[in-house]
């Protein structure tokens, strides 16, 4: 079989990127297509570590290392070989969140992205903006893997560098302001124009 697909989803928490994703899967399975959905931060031993053993020492840099070592061994051990196998891989969050937040954290975006400078580049990577209050509100209630990365001004200079890579021509831009269905609406049609 030929080389798979590679689509990424990003996005602050409350974007609606998992929702998004889970539909797609289901929508591309039912068309026959092999899909695989996966996410990161991949192995949940890396963030662990990081936050028990290493977390007074924690900064924008270490957490930007760990991501990318979790982030290698999920290209080796996941998104790699099913692409191989000609599957439609889709992921939830990828190199592009690591710029984004560590950015926030205060390491340079070209720092971030040489340090991610291994990872594949996706044939589609799409960015679901939303106002980070909204995004909030949205996950009100919600339990978080990563509560320290949810304060509102922290989310606002996030959501600044999503939009950088946007400008950079490196993420797709959809409204996710909107209702779900409009949202789904405009990300499947972008990832089925992509295979026909």
């Not at 994703?21 to 899909?35: H, I, M, P």
């Not at 949940?44 to 061994?73: G, H, P, S």
Request: charged share 30%; proline share 3%; glycine share 6%.
């Amino acid at each position: 079989m030929g080389r798979g697909l590679f689509i990424v989803l990003e996005g602050i928490d409350g974007a609606g990127k998992t929702s998004v994703a889970n539909k797609l899967v289901e929508d591309l399975e039912s068309a026959g297509y092999r899909v695989v959905y996966t996410y990161e931060p991949y192995d949940t031993l890396y963030i662990e570590i990081l936050k028990k053993q290493y977390n007074e020492y924690r900064d924008a840099f270490l957490d930007a290392l760990t991501y990318a070592a979790d982030r290698l061994i999920h290209l080796k051990k996941v998104i790699l070989p099913h692409l191989r196998e000609g599957a439609i891989v889709i992921c939830d969050r990828y190199f592009y969140s690591s710029v984004a937040y560590q950015t926030a954290q205060g390491a340079s975006l070209d720092w971030v992205l040489e340090v991610n400078s291994f990872a594949l580049k996706p044939d589609l990577a799409i960015y679901l903006d939303v106002e980070p209050d909204v995004g909030i509100k949205r996950r009100s209630g919600l339990s978080s893997r990563f509560p320290e990365y949810e304060e509102l001004e922290f989310l606002k200079r996030v959501r600044n560098n999503y939009l950088e890579l946007v400008k950079k021509g490196l993420l797709r831009l959809i409204d996710a302001n909107r209702s779900f269905d409009e949202v789904y609406s405009d990300v499947k049609r972008i990832v089925f124009d992509l295979l026909f």
